[in-house]
């Protein structure tokens, strides 16, 4: 596994999101934090322990620590149907086995969470289960036809799998609303697409494009690069087809959508 992104939503609407990224061997903590003892995920709720857990990443999966002494956490499987892991109090090191994560600790209001993207999960060698001819072959993009950002990325396809736009891709809310009508994905959002994204550009297709320039202040163009080479790949190399097209919710009859080229929108 090549390692992991964690992101954590923002606990005020006017502060950015964070976003971290773990390679095999590296760590990060979640807490409360305090200044002589800072975390790398700062969750600032006052039910929360200062050192709440940690979160560490190994050559195969990531590992779940609870330093709380009186409550559990769970671990979320979005894509699961309900599935999900309690890691109970002062458990150490906890394998999770999900390709997509939700972390969520109790507090007293409501709860506090964050999510936790692990991609390219090894699988066996179909033409060699045994692993009998030494090295095993690895899949260059990993993707679970399964999973809400397969659909997403669907989504970003579909205009050029239908002939309907050979420039633009679509918008971050135009994705919400064509996926808004999906059984599962009725509260889909914007932030969400947007992670959903990111997850597919530097984990899954490890894209390399506009969105890779230091950012100057066109943020919106550097948005927009990164779905269009997204979409670039998913394209090229097949990993999106026009059977794959089954997979979204049936289009309602009405006007086409604007061109986001020209309603300029980025997200």
């Given amino acids: 596994m090549s390692g992991i992104l964690i992101h954590l939503p923002s606990a005020h609407p006017t502060e950015p999101a964070t976003t971290r990224r773990l390679g095999p061997g590296e760590a990060a903590r979640f807490g409360r934090g305090t200044k002589a003892r800072p975390v790398e995920l700062l969750l600032p709720d006052p039910a929360v322990s200062r050192l709440a857990g940690e979160i560490r990443v190994t050559e195969d999966h990531w590992q779940l620590s609870n330093f709380s002494t009186t409550h559990s956490y769970l671990v979320e499987n979005p894509e699961g149907a309900g599935e999900y892991l309690r890691i109970p109090p ?4 906890a394998p999770i086995p999900f390709e997509f994560a939700r972390v969520v600790l109790p507090t007293r209001g409501s709860t506090v969470s964050f999510q936790v993207f692990a991609p390219d999960h090894v699988y066996l060698d179909a033409d060699d289960p045994g692993g009998a001819w030494g090295t095993r072959t690895l899949n260059a993009y990993s993707l679970d036809e399964t999973a809400t950002y397969f659909l997403v990325l669907v ?9 309907e736009s050979a420039v633009s891709v679509p918008t971050t809310p135009q994705v919400v ?7 599962a994905l009725t509260r889909l959002t914007a932030r969400a697409v947007s992670s959903h994204i990111d997850y597919l550009a530097e984990q899954k297709l490890r894209v390399r494009g506009p969105q890779d320039v230091a950012d100057t202040g066109g943020g919106g163009a550097r948005r927009t690069g990164k779905r269009e080479a997204v979409v670039g790949v998913a394209l090229r190399f097949g990993l999106v087809r026009e059977e794959h097209l089954a997979l979204l919710p049936s ?7 604007p061109d986001p080229a020209r309603s300029g929108g980025h997200r």
């Fill in 251 to 257: 289009r309602a009859p009405g006007p086409a959508l």
């Fill in 90 to 93: 002062r458990r150490s090191g």
């Fill in 155 to 163: 989504a970003l396809c579909e205009p050029r799998l239908r002939d």
């Fill in 177 to 183: 609303e064509r996926l808004s009508t999906h059984p």
